[in-house]
Protein backbone atom coordinates (compact mmCIF):
# COMPACT_ATOMS: atom_id res chain seq x y z
CA UNK A 1 0.00 0.00 0.00
CA UNK A 2 2.88 2.50 0.69
CA UNK A 3 4.32 1.46 -2.72
CA UNK A 4 1.07 2.65 -4.11
CA UNK A 5 0.91 5.75 -2.59
CA UNK A 6 4.30 6.72 -3.33
CA UNK A 7 3.66 6.04 -6.94
CA UNK A 8 0.45 7.82 -6.68
CA UNK A 9 2.40 10.88 -5.01
CA UNK A 10 5.48 10.92 -8.22
CA UNK A 11 1.83 11.69 -10.75
CA UNK A 12 1.75 15.25 -11.52
CA UNK A 13 -2.04 15.06 -12.00
CA UNK A 14 -4.61 14.69 -9.65
CA UNK A 15 -5.25 10.60 -8.56
CA UNK A 16 -6.99 8.14 -7.03
CA UNK A 17 -7.46 4.00 -6.74
CA UNK A 18 -11.24 3.26 -7.01
CA UNK A 19 -12.04 0.15 -4.93
CA UNK A 20 -15.10 -0.63 -7.09
CA UNK A 21 -15.98 -3.99 -4.93
CA UNK A 22 -15.87 -1.79 -1.51
CA UNK A 23 -17.68 1.66 -3.29
CA UNK A 24 -14.70 3.56 -1.98
CA UNK A 25 -11.49 5.22 -2.63
CA UNK A 26 -8.69 3.17 -1.87
CA UNK A 27 -5.84 5.71 -2.12
CA UNK A 28 -5.18 8.88 -3.64
CA UNK A 29 -2.07 11.52 -3.94
CA UNK A 30 -2.31 15.07 -2.42
CA UNK A 31 -3.09 16.59 -5.90
CA UNK A 32 -6.28 14.81 -5.99
CA UNK A 33 -7.10 15.60 -1.92
CA UNK A 34 -6.86 19.25 -2.91
CA UNK A 35 -9.33 18.61 -6.05
CA UNK A 36 -12.08 16.59 -4.31
CA UNK A 37 -12.75 15.33 -1.22
CA UNK A 38 -11.62 11.26 -1.76
CA UNK A 39 -12.29 10.03 1.92
CA UNK A 40 -15.80 11.12 2.42
CA UNK A 41 -17.78 7.41 2.33
CA UNK A 42 -19.31 5.48 -0.13
CA UNK A 43 -18.49 6.80 -3.49
CA UNK A 44 -21.95 5.94 -4.86
CA UNK A 45 -23.74 7.89 -2.70
CA UNK A 46 -21.96 10.87 -2.85
CA UNK A 47 -22.19 11.11 -6.63
CA UNK A 48 -25.84 12.37 -6.78
CA UNK A 49 -26.70 12.87 -10.14
CA UNK A 50 -23.77 12.05 -11.91
CA UNK A 51 -23.67 8.46 -10.60
CA UNK A 52 -25.24 6.70 -13.83
CA UNK A 53 -22.52 8.31 -16.09
CA UNK A 54 -19.32 7.60 -13.45
CA UNK A 55 -20.60 3.94 -13.57
CA UNK A 56 -20.69 3.37 -17.38
CA UNK A 57 -17.47 5.04 -17.64
CA UNK A 58 -16.11 2.12 -14.82
CA UNK A 59 -17.58 -0.22 -17.02
CA UNK A 60 -16.07 0.65 -20.12
CA UNK A 61 -12.49 0.72 -18.18
CA UNK A 62 -13.27 -2.98 -16.86
CA UNK A 63 -14.46 -3.75 -20.77
CA UNK A 64 -11.69 -2.12 -22.90
CA UNK A 65 -9.03 -1.69 -19.79
CA UNK A 66 -8.71 1.77 -20.34
CA UNK A 67 -11.30 4.55 -20.94
CA UNK A 68 -11.61 8.80 -20.56
CA UNK A 69 -14.48 10.71 -20.16
CA UNK A 70 -15.83 14.81 -19.63
CA UNK A 71 -19.48 13.24 -18.99
CA UNK A 72 -18.91 12.73 -15.04
CA UNK A 73 -19.08 15.91 -12.82
CA UNK A 74 -17.64 15.61 -9.70
CA UNK A 75 -18.75 18.73 -8.78
CA UNK A 76 -20.43 16.95 -5.62
CA UNK A 77 -17.07 15.78 -4.43
CA UNK A 78 -15.02 19.22 -5.20
CA UNK A 79 -18.00 21.06 -3.15
CA UNK A 80 -17.58 23.70 -5.92
CA UNK A 81 -18.22 23.75 -9.68
CA UNK A 82 -15.40 21.66 -11.78
CA UNK A 83 -14.95 20.66 -15.42
CA UNK A 84 -13.30 17.64 -15.01
CA UNK A 85 -11.68 15.05 -17.63
CA UNK A 86 -11.22 11.41 -16.49
CA UNK A 87 -8.92 9.05 -18.02
CA UNK A 88 -8.68 5.50 -16.08
CA UNK A 89 -7.20 1.85 -16.09
CA UNK A 90 -7.14 -1.36 -14.51
CA UNK A 91 -5.33 -2.05 -11.85
CA UNK A 92 -3.34 -4.90 -13.07
CA UNK A 93 -3.42 -8.05 -10.52
CA UNK A 94 -6.18 -6.43 -8.76
CA UNK A 95 -10.01 -6.96 -10.22
CA UNK A 96 -12.24 -4.56 -9.06
CA UNK A 97 -9.56 -1.66 -8.68
CA UNK A 98 -8.84 1.10 -11.33
CA UNK A 99 -6.56 3.95 -11.38
CA UNK A 100 -8.32 7.46 -12.30
CA UNK A 101 -6.36 10.58 -13.21
CA UNK A 102 -8.25 13.52 -12.57
CA UNK A 103 -7.48 16.65 -15.34
CA UNK A 104 -8.99 19.81 -14.59
CA UNK A 105 -10.33 21.55 -17.83
CA UNK A 106 -10.28 25.19 -16.41
CA UNK A 107 -6.15 24.51 -15.35
CA UNK A 108 -5.79 23.07 -19.00
CA UNK A 109 -7.85 25.78 -20.23
CA UNK A 110 -5.12 28.75 -18.52
CA UNK A 111 -2.24 26.80 -19.78
CA UNK A 112 -3.93 26.96 -23.49
CA UNK A 113 -4.36 30.74 -22.79
CA UNK A 114 -0.54 31.20 -21.47
CA UNK A 115 0.82 29.31 -24.03
CA UNK A 116 -1.15 31.36 -26.73
CA UNK A 117 0.03 34.69 -24.95
CA UNK A 118 3.44 33.28 -25.30
CA UNK A 119 2.90 32.39 -28.92
CA UNK A 120 1.44 35.96 -30.05
CA UNK A 121 4.36 37.43 -27.70
CA UNK A 122 7.03 35.50 -30.08
CA UNK A 123 5.32 36.42 -33.44
CA UNK A 124 5.82 40.00 -32.79
CA UNK A 125 3.23 42.92 -30.34
CA UNK A 126 3.65 45.01 -32.44
CA UNK A 127 2.00 43.13 -35.29
CA UNK A 128 -0.73 42.12 -32.64
CA UNK A 129 -1.27 45.67 -32.43
CA UNK A 130 -1.04 46.90 -35.58
CA UNK A 131 -4.48 44.62 -36.52
CA UNK A 132 -6.09 46.10 -33.27
CA UNK A 133 -5.38 49.68 -34.24
CA UNK A 134 -6.45 48.75 -37.97
CA UNK A 135 -10.24 47.81 -35.99
CA UNK A 136 -9.88 50.65 -34.07
CA UNK A 137 -9.69 53.04 -36.71
CA UNK A 138 -11.95 51.11 -38.61
CA UNK A 139 -14.71 51.20 -35.57
CA UNK A 140 -13.86 55.12 -35.10
CA UNK A 141 -13.70 56.18 -38.77
CA UNK A 142 -17.65 54.12 -39.21
CA UNK A 143 -18.69 54.31 -35.01
CA UNK A 144 -21.91 56.52 -36.20
CA UNK A 145 -22.86 54.53 -38.96
CA UNK A 146 -22.13 51.29 -37.61
CA UNK A 147 -24.45 52.23 -34.62
CA UNK A 148 -27.43 53.71 -36.75
CA UNK A 149 -27.57 50.32 -38.37
CA UNK A 150 -30.69 48.21 -37.99
CA UNK A 151 -28.64 45.25 -38.57
CA UNK A 152 -26.42 43.80 -36.34
CA UNK A 153 -22.81 44.21 -37.20
CA UNK A 154 -19.62 42.99 -35.35
CA UNK A 155 -15.59 42.25 -36.77
CA UNK A 156 -13.62 38.94 -35.80
CA UNK A 157 -10.17 39.40 -36.15
CA UNK A 158 -7.87 35.99 -37.74
CA UNK A 159 -8.43 34.25 -34.44
CA UNK A 160 -11.86 34.45 -34.49
CA UNK A 161 -11.96 37.22 -31.78
CA UNK A 162 -14.40 39.53 -31.29
CA UNK A 163 -12.69 43.68 -32.17
CA UNK A 164 -16.42 45.46 -32.48
CA UNK A 165 -20.13 45.40 -31.50
CA UNK A 166 -22.35 47.71 -32.89
CA UNK A 167 -25.68 48.62 -30.80
CA UNK A 168 -28.59 46.38 -32.95
CA UNK A 169 -25.95 43.73 -32.44
CA UNK A 170 -25.55 44.21 -28.65
CA UNK A 171 -29.57 43.85 -28.38
CA UNK A 172 -30.28 41.32 -30.20
CA UNK A 173 -27.89 39.22 -28.39
CA UNK A 174 -28.22 40.62 -25.13
CA UNK A 175 -24.66 40.82 -24.75
CA UNK A 176 -22.95 44.07 -24.00
CA UNK A 177 -19.80 44.93 -26.22
CA UNK A 178 -17.76 45.38 -22.97
CA UNK A 179 -18.40 41.37 -22.43
CA UNK A 180 -17.81 40.30 -26.12
CA UNK A 181 -15.26 41.93 -27.18
CA UNK A 182 -11.57 40.19 -27.03
CA UNK A 183 -13.96 36.42 -26.17
CA UNK A 184 -14.53 33.53 -29.25
CA UNK A 185 -17.56 35.05 -31.26
CA UNK A 186 -18.19 31.15 -32.16
CA UNK A 187 -18.23 29.75 -28.58
CA UNK A 188 -19.75 32.67 -27.54
CA UNK A 189 -23.00 32.71 -29.65
CA UNK A 190 -22.70 30.19 -32.56
CA UNK A 191 -21.84 26.99 -30.98
CA UNK A 192 -24.93 24.72 -31.41
CA UNK A 193 -27.49 24.24 -34.28
CA UNK A 194 -31.62 24.77 -33.17
CA UNK A 195 -31.77 21.11 -33.16
CA UNK A 196 -29.04 21.20 -30.26
CA UNK A 197 -26.40 19.05 -32.17
CA UNK A 198 -22.69 20.72 -31.26
CA UNK A 199 -21.68 23.30 -33.93
CA UNK A 200 -17.87 22.71 -34.91
CA UNK A 201 -15.64 25.96 -35.23
CA UNK A 202 -14.31 24.66 -38.65
CA UNK A 203 -17.79 24.84 -40.07
CA UNK A 204 -18.57 27.68 -39.39
CA UNK A 205 -19.16 29.76 -42.78
CA UNK A 206 -18.37 33.08 -40.69
CA UNK A 207 -15.20 31.21 -39.47
CA UNK A 208 -14.31 30.39 -43.57
CA UNK A 209 -14.91 34.00 -44.38
CA UNK A 210 -10.88 34.83 -43.10
CA UNK A 211 -9.85 31.40 -43.42
CA UNK A 212 -10.71 30.92 -47.20
CA UNK A 213 -11.42 34.68 -48.04
CA UNK A 214 -14.93 33.83 -48.93
CA UNK A 215 -18.03 35.92 -48.69
CA UNK A 216 -20.79 33.67 -47.42
CA UNK A 217 -24.40 34.19 -47.16
CA UNK A 218 -26.56 32.46 -45.00
CA UNK A 219 -30.40 32.70 -44.80
CA UNK A 220 -30.94 30.71 -41.94
CA UNK A 221 -28.85 29.64 -39.08
CA UNK A 222 -29.23 30.51 -35.54
CA UNK A 223 -27.57 32.99 -32.82
CA UNK A 224 -27.49 32.18 -28.97
CA UNK A 225 -28.62 35.10 -27.09
CA UNK A 226 -26.88 35.43 -23.18
CA UNK A 227 -30.16 34.60 -21.49
CA UNK A 228 -29.82 31.00 -23.76
CA UNK A 229 -32.42 31.94 -25.79
CA UNK A 230 -31.80 30.73 -29.64
CA UNK A 231 -32.49 33.76 -32.70
CA UNK A 232 -33.35 32.81 -36.08
CA UNK A 233 -30.88 34.78 -38.32
CA UNK A 234 -29.42 35.29 -41.85
CA UNK A 235 -26.21 37.00 -42.42
CA UNK A 236 -23.30 38.03 -44.91
CA UNK A 237 -19.83 37.22 -43.66
CA UNK A 238 -16.89 38.94 -45.74
CA UNK A 239 -13.45 38.91 -45.17
CA UNK A 240 -11.88 42.39 -44.77
CA UNK A 241 -7.90 43.64 -45.36
CA UNK A 242 -5.48 45.88 -44.16
CA UNK A 243 -3.48 46.80 -46.88
CA UNK A 244 -3.76 43.76 -48.99
CA UNK A 245 -2.84 41.70 -45.89
CA UNK A 246 -6.08 39.07 -44.35
CA UNK A 247 -7.73 41.27 -40.93
CA UNK A 248 -10.66 39.03 -40.41
CA UNK A 249 -13.89 39.44 -41.26
CA UNK A 250 -16.89 41.80 -40.60
CA UNK A 251 -20.83 39.98 -39.93
CA UNK A 252 -23.93 41.56 -40.78
CA UNK A 253 -27.29 39.72 -39.56
CA UNK A 254 -30.56 40.00 -39.55
CA UNK A 255 -33.12 38.40 -36.82
CA UNK A 256 -35.67 36.68 -38.21
CA UNK A 257 -37.19 34.83 -35.70
CA UNK A 258 -40.72 36.18 -36.66
CA UNK A 259 -40.45 35.60 -40.08
CA UNK A 260 -39.61 31.81 -39.90
CA UNK A 261 -42.21 31.66 -36.51
CA UNK A 262 -45.10 33.49 -39.64
CA UNK A 263 -43.81 31.15 -42.03
CA UNK A 264 -44.68 28.11 -39.86
CA UNK A 265 -47.47 29.42 -39.00
CA UNK A 266 -48.47 29.94 -42.81
CA UNK A 267 -47.38 26.83 -43.33
CA UNK A 268 -49.98 25.19 -41.21
CA UNK A 269 -52.40 27.52 -42.15
CA UNK A 270 -52.11 26.07 -45.72
CA UNK A 271 -51.95 22.38 -44.44
CA UNK A 272 -55.71 23.12 -42.52
CA UNK A 273 -56.50 24.89 -46.05
CA UNK A 274 -55.48 21.62 -48.07
CA UNK A 275 -57.26 19.93 -45.41
CA UNK A 276 -60.47 21.44 -45.38
CA UNK A 277 -60.26 21.79 -49.50
CA UNK A 278 -60.28 17.60 -49.48
CA UNK A 279 -62.74 17.69 -47.26
CA UNK A 280 -65.19 20.06 -48.62
CA UNK A 281 -64.72 18.11 -52.43
CA UNK A 282 -65.75 14.80 -50.78
CA UNK A 283 -68.40 15.92 -49.26
CA UNK A 284 -69.63 17.93 -52.42
CA UNK A 285 -69.11 14.82 -54.15
CA UNK A 286 -71.25 12.75 -51.37
CA UNK A 287 -74.12 15.24 -51.93
CA UNK A 288 -74.00 15.37 -55.84
CA UNK A 289 -74.32 11.12 -55.90
CA UNK A 290 -77.10 12.20 -52.94
CA UNK A 291 -78.71 14.54 -55.70
CA UNK A 292 -78.55 11.85 -58.14
CA UNK A 293 -80.19 9.13 -55.92
CA UNK A 294 -84.27 8.42 -55.81
CA UNK A 295 -83.74 8.97 -52.04
CA UNK A 296 -83.43 12.91 -52.35
CA UNK A 297 -86.50 13.43 -54.36
CA UNK A 298 -89.50 11.70 -51.99
CA UNK A 299 -89.91 11.48 -48.52
CA UNK A 300 -91.33 8.06 -46.64
CA UNK A 301 -94.77 7.87 -48.05
CA UNK A 302 -97.64 6.01 -46.86
CA UNK A 303 -100.83 6.03 -44.58
CA UNK A 304 -100.62 2.55 -42.62
CA UNK A 305 -100.47 2.56 -38.67
CA UNK A 306 -97.07 1.59 -39.30
CA UNK A 307 -95.86 4.31 -41.11
CA UNK A 308 -97.17 6.61 -38.79
CA UNK A 309 -95.74 4.92 -35.84
CA UNK A 310 -92.20 5.21 -37.49
CA UNK A 311 -92.43 8.31 -38.52
CA UNK A 312 -93.52 9.51 -34.99
CA UNK A 313 -90.29 7.72 -33.80
CA UNK A 314 -88.18 9.60 -36.03
CA UNK A 315 -89.91 12.93 -34.90
CA UNK A 316 -88.75 11.75 -31.65
CA UNK A 317 -85.53 10.46 -31.98
CA UNK A 318 -84.22 13.27 -34.43
CA UNK A 319 -84.35 15.98 -32.10
CA UNK A 320 -81.75 14.38 -30.14
CA UNK A 321 -78.27 13.27 -31.39
CA UNK A 322 -79.02 9.50 -29.65
CA UNK A 323 -77.45 6.98 -32.00
CA UNK A 324 -80.07 5.07 -34.64
CA UNK A 325 -80.47 1.37 -35.49
CA UNK A 326 -82.67 0.82 -38.32
CA UNK A 327 -83.69 -2.70 -38.89
CA UNK A 328 -85.55 -4.10 -41.67
CA UNK A 329 -85.70 -6.42 -45.14
CA UNK A 330 -83.78 -5.26 -47.98
CA UNK A 331 -85.82 -2.44 -50.10
CA UNK A 332 -88.08 -1.36 -46.81
CA UNK A 333 -86.79 2.04 -46.87
CA UNK A 334 -84.19 2.30 -44.34
CA UNK A 335 -82.28 4.84 -46.18
CA UNK A 336 -85.13 7.23 -46.28
CA UNK A 337 -85.60 6.65 -42.53
CA UNK A 338 -81.97 7.42 -41.95
CA UNK A 339 -82.04 11.10 -44.28
CA UNK A 340 -85.47 11.69 -42.33
CA UNK A 341 -83.75 11.51 -39.07
CA UNK A 342 -80.67 13.30 -40.06
CA UNK A 343 -82.50 16.59 -41.98
CA UNK A 344 -85.01 16.67 -39.24
CA UNK A 345 -82.08 17.43 -36.32
CA UNK A 346 -80.01 20.20 -36.30
CA UNK A 347 -77.22 18.17 -37.92
CA UNK A 348 -79.21 18.95 -41.22
CA UNK A 349 -77.28 21.88 -42.48
CA UNK A 350 -74.14 19.08 -42.28
CA UNK A 351 -73.84 16.29 -44.71
CA UNK A 352 -75.39 13.11 -44.49
CA UNK A 353 -72.46 10.86 -45.05
CA UNK A 354 -73.75 7.07 -46.60
CA UNK A 355 -70.84 4.03 -46.53
CA UNK A 356 -72.52 1.19 -47.32
CA UNK A 357 -70.30 -1.24 -45.59
CA UNK A 358 -70.89 -4.32 -48.09
CA UNK A 359 -69.82 -2.77 -51.34
CA UNK A 360 -66.24 -2.13 -50.04
CA UNK A 361 -63.57 -4.72 -50.37
CA UNK A 362 -61.74 -5.56 -47.04
CA UNK A 363 -58.41 -3.89 -47.84
CA UNK A 364 -59.89 -0.56 -48.03
CA UNK A 365 -62.92 -0.46 -45.60
CA UNK A 366 -59.99 1.45 -42.98
CA UNK A 367 -58.79 3.59 -45.78
CA UNK A 368 -62.19 4.91 -46.58
CA UNK A 369 -63.99 5.06 -42.93
CA UNK A 370 -60.55 6.61 -40.75
CA UNK A 371 -58.82 8.10 -44.26
CA UNK A 372 -55.04 7.88 -45.25
CA UNK A 373 -51.94 9.98 -45.19
CA UNK A 374 -50.29 10.54 -48.61
CA UNK A 375 -48.05 7.21 -49.01
CA UNK A 376 -49.46 5.13 -46.45
CA UNK A 377 -50.25 3.04 -49.14
CA UNK A 378 -49.28 2.10 -53.02
CA UNK A 379 -52.23 3.97 -53.82
CA UNK A 380 -52.25 7.04 -51.57
CA UNK A 381 -51.03 10.04 -53.53
CA UNK A 382 -52.61 12.45 -51.45
CA UNK A 383 -53.90 13.16 -48.04
CA UNK A 384 -57.39 11.91 -47.87
CA UNK A 385 -60.07 12.29 -45.05
CA UNK A 386 -62.14 9.24 -44.06
CA UNK A 387 -66.04 9.22 -43.77
CA UNK A 388 -65.71 9.74 -39.79
CA UNK A 389 -63.77 13.11 -40.80
CA UNK A 390 -66.56 13.99 -43.82
CA UNK A 391 -69.10 13.53 -41.43
CA UNK A 392 -67.67 15.74 -38.58
CA UNK A 393 -70.86 17.99 -37.47
CA UNK A 394 -73.26 15.94 -39.35
CA UNK A 395 -74.08 12.35 -39.54
CA UNK A 396 -72.78 9.20 -40.33
CA UNK A 397 -74.94 6.37 -41.58
CA UNK A 398 -73.15 2.89 -41.78
CA UNK A 399 -75.35 0.59 -44.02
CA UNK A 400 -75.45 -3.00 -43.46
CA UNK A 401 -73.07 -2.29 -40.39
CA UNK A 402 -73.18 -6.38 -39.77
CA UNK A 403 -71.17 -6.69 -43.05
CA UNK A 404 -67.45 -4.52 -41.25
CA UNK A 405 -64.66 -7.00 -40.56
CA UNK A 406 -64.20 -7.43 -36.85
CA UNK A 407 -61.26 -5.45 -36.57
CA UNK A 408 -62.53 -3.16 -37.84
CA UNK A 409 -65.30 -2.86 -36.05
CA UNK A 410 -63.41 -2.84 -32.52
CA UNK A 411 -61.03 0.36 -34.41
CA UNK A 412 -64.66 2.02 -35.61
CA UNK A 413 -66.04 1.16 -32.10
CA UNK A 414 -62.62 3.20 -30.05
CA UNK A 415 -63.44 5.81 -32.91
CA UNK A 416 -66.71 6.59 -31.94
CA UNK A 417 -66.19 6.50 -28.26
CA UNK A 418 -63.00 8.47 -28.14
CA UNK A 419 -64.26 11.24 -30.40
CA UNK A 420 -61.22 10.90 -32.45
CA UNK A 421 -59.92 9.65 -35.12
CA UNK A 422 -56.44 8.91 -36.95
CA UNK A 423 -55.54 8.16 -40.39
CA UNK A 424 -54.00 5.64 -41.60
CA UNK A 425 -50.19 6.33 -41.91
CA UNK A 426 -50.50 9.26 -39.29
CA UNK A 427 -49.72 9.52 -35.78
CA UNK A 428 -52.01 12.81 -34.93
CA UNK A 429 -55.71 12.03 -33.88
CA UNK A 430 -58.59 14.40 -35.27
CA UNK A 431 -61.39 15.56 -33.27
CA UNK A 432 -64.70 14.81 -34.67
CA UNK A 433 -68.28 15.13 -33.41
CA UNK A 434 -70.49 12.22 -35.34
CA UNK A 435 -73.86 11.36 -34.89
CA UNK A 436 -74.55 7.38 -36.04
CA UNK A 437 -76.97 5.93 -37.81
CA UNK A 438 -76.66 2.08 -38.41
CA UNK A 439 -78.87 -0.46 -40.47
CA UNK A 440 -78.85 -4.04 -40.88
CA UNK A 441 -80.93 -6.15 -42.15
CA UNK A 442 -80.53 -8.91 -39.61
CA UNK A 443 -81.48 -8.76 -35.95
CA UNK A 444 -78.59 -7.45 -34.38
CA UNK A 445 -78.84 -9.94 -31.94
CA UNK A 446 -78.79 -13.05 -34.45
CA UNK A 447 -75.65 -10.92 -36.28
CA UNK A 448 -73.98 -10.75 -32.97
CA UNK A 449 -74.40 -14.67 -32.38
CA UNK A 450 -73.36 -15.37 -35.92
CA UNK A 451 -70.11 -13.82 -34.73
CA UNK A 452 -70.77 -10.92 -37.66
CA UNK A 453 -71.41 -8.09 -35.49
CA UNK A 454 -69.40 -7.60 -31.91
CA UNK A 455 -71.14 -7.25 -28.36
CA UNK A 456 -69.98 -3.84 -27.62
CA UNK A 457 -70.07 -2.36 -31.04
CA UNK A 458 -74.09 -3.96 -30.50
CA UNK A 459 -74.06 -2.03 -27.34
CA UNK A 460 -73.32 1.20 -28.40
CA UNK A 461 -74.99 1.50 -31.19
CA UNK A 462 -78.26 -0.15 -30.03
CA UNK A 463 -79.81 3.09 -28.15
CA UNK A 464 -82.62 3.40 -30.12
CA UNK A 465 -84.23 1.06 -32.86
CA UNK A 466 -86.74 1.49 -35.56
CA UNK A 467 -88.03 -1.11 -37.78
CA UNK A 468 -89.17 -0.61 -40.75
CA UNK A 469 -92.21 -2.79 -41.77
CA UNK A 470 -92.11 -4.89 -44.97
CA UNK A 471 -94.41 -3.42 -47.83
CA UNK A 472 -96.24 -6.74 -47.66
CA UNK A 473 -97.85 -6.15 -44.14
CA UNK A 474 -98.84 -2.65 -45.32
CA UNK A 475 -100.96 -3.00 -48.33
CA UNK A 476 -102.65 -0.24 -47.82
CA UNK A 477 -99.84 2.25 -48.94
CA UNK A 478 -99.01 0.61 -52.38
CA UNK A 479 -101.59 3.02 -53.54
CA UNK A 480 -99.73 5.92 -52.69
CA UNK A 481 -96.21 4.64 -53.19
CA UNK A 482 -96.77 3.34 -56.81
CA UNK A 483 -98.60 6.31 -57.95
CA UNK A 484 -95.67 8.74 -56.57
CA UNK A 485 -92.99 6.39 -58.22
CA UNK A 486 -94.93 6.67 -61.37
CA UNK A 487 -95.15 10.76 -61.86
CA UNK A 488 -90.86 10.19 -61.06
CA UNK A 489 -90.97 7.86 -64.00
CA UNK A 490 -93.05 9.70 -66.31
CA UNK A 491 -91.04 13.17 -65.28
CA UNK A 492 -87.95 11.55 -66.67
CA UNK A 493 -89.31 9.50 -69.72
CA UNK A 494 -91.26 12.94 -70.44
CA UNK A 495 -94.18 11.88 -70.71
CA UNK A 496 -97.71 11.86 -68.96
CA UNK A 497 -98.41 9.71 -66.25
CA UNK A 498 -101.14 6.89 -67.79
CA UNK A 499 -104.44 5.87 -66.09
CA UNK A 500 -103.74 2.97 -63.16
CA UNK A 501 -106.94 1.06 -63.46
CA UNK A 502 -108.40 -0.57 -60.77
CA UNK A 503 -107.16 -4.06 -62.14
CA UNK A 504 -103.47 -2.83 -62.02
CA UNK A 505 -103.82 -2.01 -58.79
CA UNK A 506 -105.23 -4.89 -57.09
CA UNK A 507 -102.82 -6.58 -59.40
CA UNK A 508 -99.94 -4.83 -57.32
CA UNK A 509 -101.91 -4.92 -54.18
CA UNK A 510 -101.52 -8.24 -54.39
CA UNK A 511 -98.32 -9.15 -55.31
CA UNK A 512 -96.16 -10.67 -51.90
CA UNK A 513 -93.15 -8.12 -52.80
CA UNK A 514 -90.28 -9.91 -51.76
CA UNK A 515 -88.11 -6.86 -53.10
CA UNK A 516 -90.05 -4.27 -51.08
CA UNK A 517 -90.75 -0.74 -52.04
CA UNK A 518 -87.02 -1.07 -54.22
CA UNK A 519 -89.05 -3.69 -56.38
CA UNK A 520 -92.12 -1.76 -56.47
CA UNK A 521 -90.29 1.06 -57.79
CA UNK A 522 -88.84 -1.42 -60.40
CA UNK A 523 -91.37 -2.84 -61.73
CA UNK A 524 -93.57 0.75 -61.76
CA UNK A 525 -90.73 1.97 -63.96
CA UNK A 526 -90.62 -0.78 -66.07
CA UNK A 527 -94.45 -0.48 -66.14
CA UNK A 528 -93.91 3.07 -67.29
CA UNK A 529 -91.86 2.11 -70.22
CA UNK A 530 -94.28 -0.36 -71.39
CA UNK A 531 -97.37 1.78 -71.29
CA UNK A 532 -97.95 3.42 -74.41
CA UNK A 533 -101.94 3.68 -74.57
CA UNK A 534 -102.76 5.78 -71.82
CA UNK A 535 -103.10 2.93 -69.18
CA UNK A 536 -100.51 1.24 -66.64
CA UNK A 537 -99.78 -1.93 -68.12
CA UNK A 538 -97.97 -4.10 -65.08
CA UNK A 539 -95.87 -7.04 -65.38
CA UNK A 540 -94.30 -8.65 -62.53
CA UNK A 541 -92.07 -10.85 -63.89
CA UNK A 542 -91.59 -14.68 -64.35
CA UNK A 543 -93.52 -15.52 -61.21
CA UNK A 544 -97.02 -14.72 -61.90
CA UNK A 545 -100.07 -14.64 -59.80
CA UNK A 546 -101.64 -17.18 -61.73
CA UNK A 547 -98.96 -19.84 -60.39
CA UNK A 548 -99.38 -19.11 -57.16
CA UNK A 549 -103.03 -18.32 -56.53
CA UNK A 550 -104.66 -14.93 -55.30
CA UNK A 551 -102.27 -15.25 -51.99
CA UNK A 552 -105.05 -13.47 -49.75
CA UNK A 553 -104.58 -13.97 -45.97
CA UNK A 554 -101.58 -15.04 -44.05
CA UNK A 555 -98.43 -17.14 -44.87
CA UNK A 556 -96.09 -18.89 -43.65
CA UNK A 557 -92.87 -18.29 -42.62
CA UNK A 558 -91.81 -21.09 -45.10
CA UNK A 559 -94.32 -20.19 -47.14
CA UNK A 560 -92.23 -16.35 -47.96
CA UNK A 561 -88.84 -18.05 -47.37
CA UNK A 562 -90.06 -19.89 -50.77
CA UNK A 563 -91.34 -17.32 -52.67
CA UNK A 564 -88.24 -15.27 -52.23
CA UNK A 565 -85.89 -18.32 -53.68
CA UNK A 566 -88.31 -18.33 -56.10
CA UNK A 567 -87.66 -14.75 -56.99
CA UNK A 568 -84.23 -15.03 -57.05
CA UNK A 569 -84.14 -17.47 -59.13
CA UNK A 570 -86.61 -15.95 -61.55
CA UNK A 571 -84.22 -12.75 -61.73
CA UNK A 572 -80.75 -15.31 -62.66
CA UNK A 573 -83.07 -16.52 -65.13
CA UNK A 574 -84.23 -13.19 -66.33
CA UNK A 575 -80.24 -11.77 -66.41
CA UNK A 576 -79.41 -15.65 -67.88
CA UNK A 577 -77.54 -16.35 -64.50
CA UNK A 578 -75.12 -12.72 -64.64
CA UNK A 579 -75.42 -11.19 -60.90
CA UNK A 580 -73.11 -7.81 -60.90
CA UNK A 581 -73.70 -5.40 -63.75
CA UNK A 582 -76.61 -3.12 -65.11
CA UNK A 583 -78.37 -5.50 -66.83
CA UNK A 584 -77.79 -7.76 -64.10
CA UNK A 585 -80.03 -9.93 -61.62
CA UNK A 586 -79.02 -7.38 -58.66
CA UNK A 587 -79.77 -4.66 -60.29
CA UNK A 588 -83.10 -5.91 -61.42
CA UNK A 589 -83.85 -6.71 -57.87
CA UNK A 590 -82.28 -3.45 -56.90
CA UNK A 591 -79.83 -4.39 -54.55
CA UNK A 592 -76.05 -4.49 -54.36
CA UNK A 593 -74.53 -7.52 -55.85
CA UNK A 594 -72.88 -7.97 -52.51
CA UNK A 595 -76.29 -8.41 -50.98
CA UNK A 596 -77.32 -10.43 -53.81
CA UNK A 597 -74.42 -12.94 -54.06
CA UNK A 598 -75.26 -12.94 -50.13
CA UNK A 599 -79.10 -13.80 -50.59
CA UNK A 600 -78.18 -17.03 -52.76
CA UNK A 601 -75.46 -18.00 -50.31
CA UNK A 602 -78.51 -17.84 -47.45
CA UNK A 603 -80.97 -19.77 -49.37
CA UNK A 604 -78.00 -22.55 -50.96
CA UNK A 605 -78.41 -21.53 -54.55
CA UNK A 606 -76.18 -22.83 -56.79
CA UNK A 607 -74.74 -21.74 -60.11
CA UNK A 608 -76.83 -23.32 -61.90
CA UNK A 609 -79.92 -24.15 -59.79
CA UNK A 610 -81.66 -21.80 -62.32
CA UNK A 611 -81.47 -23.00 -65.44
CA UNK A 612 -83.41 -26.69 -63.83
CA UNK A 613 -86.48 -24.72 -63.02
Request: hydrophobic share 40%; proline share 5%.
Amino acid sequence: MAQLDSLLDALPDAAVVLDAEHDRFAAWNSQAAALIEPSGGAVSARLGPALPNFIVFIEEIDHRGSAWTRDVDLSVLAGRPLRCELSGKSVPGAPGRFLLVLHDLDEIDRRAQLSEAAELHRAGVGEWMRAQSFFTELERQNHLILNAAGEGIYGVNADGKTTFVNRAAQEMLGWTAEELLGRDMHTTIHHHHLNGCAYPAQDCPIYRAFRFEQVNRIEDEVFWRKDGRPIRVEYVSTPIYDQKMLAGAVIIFRDITERKENERRLREAMDQVADLRDRLEQENAYLQEAISTERAHHDILGRSPQIRHLLSKVELVSRTDATVVITGEPGTGKSLVATGIHSESERGRRPLIHFKCGAVASEAIDAELFGQMRGASAGALRDRPGKLELAHGGTLFLEDVEELPPDCQGRLLHALQERAVTRLGDTRARSIDVRVIAATARPLDEAVRNGRLREDLRLFLDVFPIACTPLRDRPEDIPVIATHFLKLACARLYRDPPIITERAMRQLCDYHWPGNVRELRNVIERSAILSTRGKLVVELGSSTRAERGPQIGARTESDMQQAIRENLLACLREADGKVAGPRGAAAMLGVPATTFYSRLRAFGIQAGDWRRH
